[in-house]
């Protein structure tokens, strides 16, 4: 996927939230790739070309984390907190899959839903 959106602010290019938050309440991808804007991310996110890859539950705070995978090179990452808020992010696949093997291994993020291609590879690196 070519990049779709810029970082909507500097404090996300240079990885540091301007807002005050304690480690609890921030997502785990708040730091890694560019902020989409809802409408780009939603519109991305529904075209028929793009399959989900993963989806995990967080276990305290009942959000969601749903990975779509719309090329071969970055993920597109949709936050859904308990209210029903979305926030999108599109990552590096070589940026994110450290991150979604060490989510799913935390035991806090459990996986919902999962493509045959997601299980097998964490089969492979030693997952479930």
């Not at 939230?17 to 989409?36: F, K, T, V």
């Not at 979305?86 to 806090?108: C, H, M, N, T, W």
Request: aromatic share 6%; glycine share 8%; net charge positive.
């Amino acid at each position: 996927m070519e990049s779709h959106g810029e970082c909507q602010t500097e404090s996300l290019k240079t990885g540091e939230d301007s807002r005050p938050s304690n480690s609890e309440s921030r997502s785990p991808i708040h730091r890694h790739g560019c902020r989409l804007s809802w409408q780009l991310g939603d519109r991305i996110r529904r075209l028929d070309t793009v399959p989900l890859a993963s989806k995990l539950a967080d276990s305290r705070s009942n959000r969601t984390l749903s990975v779509y995978d719309p090329d071969g090179n970055t993920y597109l990452v949709r936050l859904r907190t308990a209210v029903g808020r979305e926030k999108y992010r599109e990552v590096s696949k070589a940026e994110f899959d450290p991150i979604l093997d060490a989510l799913s291994q935390d035991g806090r993020w459990n996986f919902v839903a999962q493509t045959k291609e997601e299980r097998g590879r964490q089969t492979t690196a030693g997952g479930p």
